[in-house]
């Protein structure tokens, strides 16, 4: 338990309503966008500006309290969990865009703006930030960023770390930096903006962000590619790339999501295809139709059964629309999901595609595939229930093997989602121990006493 | 470990929150309050918690089931399909059960008394809404929500010198003579009686120029929206009863006001505590229509068919959707038919139409500083479109507009749809 003399420091800073601890809110501060992970907090402060923050490092600091810093809590990887409870900082009262400049297409924006309403706004400059988690409804860009997130639109636009040109930054000594500039280019000495972007929170707090922006692009248009062989559909994916087209987004659908959404939202999406791929293209008008056509020349070259392009706005927002619903269909199914974000290289997304269903059938556990096939970032699910013992086992050595296969075959834990909490295990198992070394030992450089969302990544 | 009856009928709804935290980006509370307990995902955690025992009916639980609008943003953008609005009432309906109705009446109570000033008022209110009391039960409590939030500085509606109810008669045939087409019960809502005696007036006149029957029950009451959507259960099962008895003998059962006509339906999603209720309520809301849709649905009126009262030609129209009509009863398409057709009139959809106005029933009592917050956002929407008039049809989301456009001091007036129809 924290002191209430601690209290009362954290009050006189950021003021008496912007401090919770009653038993309710702290509960109410126990959880993120994971399925169970759960640990509460001794207090939750929602600090109004830099200097706020840097106030409560230097308390959290001195008495060497935990800080756990909290934007939207949407993630996925548990990283918003106070795992070792003291403070929750929270950043979604901090929600200002303090500056957008159209000339330098950037903008300038506090921590705790949620994507979606920084869109918004962009919108009306015709501006865009690409990168785009889905989680865009409630995530905010200071764990945008310190997650390094990314979503469909990384095959052809890539992740947070591409758009973020400068970081203000409170360490956990209270110390305020900033990092990079307002430039597209700056080499001037180490690179650290970059330790920042996916550090998870552990080394500061983002009190600022400066972003690259890109042009709205004029034209988009959908097309949907179904698939008897799943294999093939995750073929499709590298033969368009290597036919010169970079749509702006390809996703992928098993037939187990697909008959889920079916069930939960009936749209008319093919109930027996082993496979469903969207993709989109965007730019301007001509090269969309071009790109369109070349798509569907491709697909069905390689092995699609039926390739349809969206013929207005409506059936194309509904074909997204399967596709964003395609988490909460997976996640509605059973007790425990366990939804992990592996990616491989794309050459291998067929041969990665065919491991997990071997596994999953080794194992006899349900599975089902669903992700951003553009980038190699697949979500392969198993869903199970932590009270069933013997199914869980099985789920944990099929969810073991598969992390196996896709660094087998060159790929990552994790693509966007994070260590966190949630791949922690892993990430010892299959992270060299001297590079786990060198993070440990950056940490300790800006962390010294491990006050910083202490018990993540490697612990 | 407590029975937790009312909770265990939504456990499902309860179980299907996926904490993606979606809720944050539509919660109007939330937008202003920036807190998890503000959101459905904070909300339906702690009733999770009530139910594996792991959270007891504490005051500061009762604050926060009791800081939600219950405007069904959430809901109807929830991709898990959670029904959070099931779960908030029936959290509150037992927080009722464990804490008494003193829960209530503590809360109703704790601001209203305190401003001498408007206390004759109140008194007077209190006198006008005895009748609808169920005998048994402390009397006060049970006013309709949006009258009881006097002395806050706000600007509350006269009440009408003679009630509806002591205007109206208990039949009204068809103004043309003949065999009424059909027979319909008018439900008045507590609004409509107390504060806009001539809406109840002008649609009964409406429906009987086009060949309608109309009959007023007395025996009719409260439609209980502000008594079970703040938990209790065991009063609004009586409210719902009532109703049902006094409309037994019509094809339809028409309000102008569309909380009520809401309320009226739902007593079949909210309130049944067995199997017999079950199959009552459900057979009485299929007879339930709100005007707009009754207009449109069953009479099958078209466009040509109406016509503007001539002191509203050549104005420029917007219109409010109420939550109690866009989402409780997917009405949307309706009242825009019945502006558009309205020659002489020109209508403009305002941005965020169905944005709540942050009415919320009681909730503006309790936190009438965040209703002044989501209501200047509706605010915003409304000076965008230039219009003159403001028109919706719901009379709770009405005096909540007049009070914000006259805040704002902007020129807008409000009316309901069928003020503006002759």
């Known amino acids: 338990m924290i002191k209430e003399t601690i209290i009362a420091e954290l009050q006189k800073i950021v003021g008496k309503d912007n401090v919770l601890t009653s038993p309710e809110a702290l509960k109410a501060y126990s959880y993120d966008g994971t399925t169970s992970w759960i640990h509460e907090p001794d207090v939750v402060v929602f600090p109004t500006s830099t200097k706020e923050i840097s106030e409560i490092m230097k308390l959290a600091n001195r008495e060497k309290i935990p800080v756990t810093p909290r934007g939207g809590g949407t993630n996925v990887s548990g990283g918003s969990i106070p795992i070792k409870g003291g403070i929750v900082l929270c950043t979604t009262k901090m929600n200002k865009i303090l500056n957008i400049d159209k000339e330098n297409l950037t903008a300038t924006v506090e921590p705790g703006v949620v994507l979606m309403d920084l869109n918004i706004r962009l919108a009306k400059e015709g501006l865009f930030f690409p990168p785009d988690p889905q989680s865009f409804l409630g995530a905010t860009l200071g764990g945008i960023i310190a997650e390094n997130a990314g979503g469909p639109a990384c095959v052809k636009y890539g992740v947070t770390k591409q758009y973020i040109l400068g970081l203000e930054v409170v360490l956990p000594t209270g110390d305020i930096v900033n990092l990079g500039g307002r430039t597209l280019k700056n080499v001037v000495g180490y690179d650290l903006i970059h330790l920042f972007i996916s550090s998870e929170g552990t080394l500061g707090v983002i009190t600022k962000a400066e972003l690259k922006l890109n042009p709205m692009p004029p034209a988009r248009k959908t097309i949907m590619a179904v698939y008897d062989d799943l294999s093939k559909a995750g073929e499709s994916v590298f033969r368009v790339l290597e036919n010169g087209v970079i749509p702006g987004k390809i996703e992928l659908l098993d037939n187990w999501v697909i008959r889920r959404i079916e069930e939960m939202m009936p749209l008319g999406l093919p109930q027996d295809a082993a496979a469903v791929l969207l993709f989109e293209t965007d730019g301007i008008p001509e090269a969309v139709e071009k790109e369109t056509e070349k798509i569907l020349e491709i697909t069905k070259k390689y092995g699609a059964v039926d390739v349809r392009a969206a013929k207005d706005m409506d059936e194309a927002n509904k074909y997204w629309l399967a596709r964003r619903a395609g988490f909460a269909a997976v996640f509605g199914k059973a007790p425990t999901v366990m939804a992990e974000d592996i990616t491989v290289p794309r050459g291998k997304i067929p041969d990665f595609i065919k491991k997990c269903t071997d596994i999953a059938k080794k194992y006899n556990v349900e599975m089902c595939i669903l992700g951003h096939a553009g980038d190699g970032n697949l979500h392969p699910s198993i869903l199970s229930d932590i009270k069933n013992k013997d199914l869980y086992e099985r789920s944990v050595k099929a969810m073991d093997e598969i992390f196996e296969g896709a660094v087998e075959f060159g790929g990552v834990l994790s693509g966007e989602h994070g260590i966190g909490l949630e791949k922690a295990k892993f990430f010892k198992r299959m992270t060299d121990p001297v590079v786990i070394k060198i993070m440990k030992d950056i940490k300790a450089l800006f962390d010294p006493n491990n006050i910083m969302n202490p018990g993540k990544i490697w612990d | ?405 006259l805040r704002n001091k902007m020129p807008q007036k409000v009316y309901h749809l069928l003020e503006l129809v002759e």
């Open chain 2, 1 to 405: 470990m407590k029975e937790l009856k009312e909770l265990k009928k939504v456990e499902q709804y309860v179980d299907q929150c996926m904490k993606c935290g979606f809720c944050t980006f539509f919660c109007p509370v939330y937008q202003e309050e920036r807190e998890e307990t503000a959101v459905a995902r904070g909300k339906n955690y702690l009733t999770k918690l009530i139910l594996k025992g792991e959270q007891e009916f504490t005051d500061e639980l009762g604050e926060i089931i009791g800081k939600c609008l219950l405007c069904k943003r959430c809901v109807v953008n929830c991709p898990a399909k959670a029904q959070i609005d099931r779960v908030v009432v029936a959290a509150r309906a037992e927080m009722v059960k464990n804490k008494g109705l003193g829960f209530i009446k503590d809360f109703a109570f704790r601001k209203v008394m305190k401003n001498r000033k408007t206390f004759g008022k109140y008194v007077k209110l209190a006198r006008a809404f005895q009748w609808m009391l169920p005998k048994t039960e402390g009397k006060i409590r049970h006013l309709p929500d949006f009258l009881k939030a006097l002395g806050q500085g706000r600007n509350i509606p006269e009440l009408a010198d003679t009630f509806l109810r002591d205007r109206v008669k208990e039949v009204y045939k068809p103004q043309d003579g003949k065999e009424p087409k059909m027979r319909v019960g008018f439900f008045m809502g507590c609004a409509t009686d107390f504060v806009y005696p001539d809406l109840g007036l002008k649609i009964i006149d409406f429906l009987t120029r086009h060949g309608i029957e109309v009959i007023v029950p007395q025996a009719q009451n409260c439609c209980g929206a502000a008594i079970y959507f703040s938990g209790d259960f065991e009063t609004g099962r009586e409210l719902a009863a009532a109703n049902i008895k006094a409309f037994d003998n019509v094809d339809y059962i028409v309000t102008g006001c569309a909380t009520c006509s809401s309320t009226l339906k739902d007593y079949a999603k909210y309130l049944p505590d067995n199997e017999e209720q079950q199959k009552a309520y459900e057979a009485f809301a299929k007879k339930v229509k709100d005007s707009t849709e009754f207009i449109i649905d069953v009479m099958q009126l078209k466009p040509e068919d109406f016509k503007l009262k001539k002191e509203f030609e050549g104005k420029t129209a917007t219109w409010h959707d109420p939550c109690h009509l866009i989402r409780y009863q997917n009405i949307k398409d309706q009242p825009r038919a019945i502006l558009k057709g309205l020659k002489g009139l020109k209508f403009v959809e305002m941005p965020n139409a169905d944005l709540c106005c942050g009415m919320g029933g009681s909730f503006s009592i309790y936190h009438y500083d965040i209703t002044k917050k989501i209501a200047d956002k509706k605010m915003d929407g409304i000076k965008a479109t230039n219009a003159d008039i403001v028109v919706t049809a719901c009379p709770g989301c009405m005096i909540n507009l007049i009070d914000n456009t």
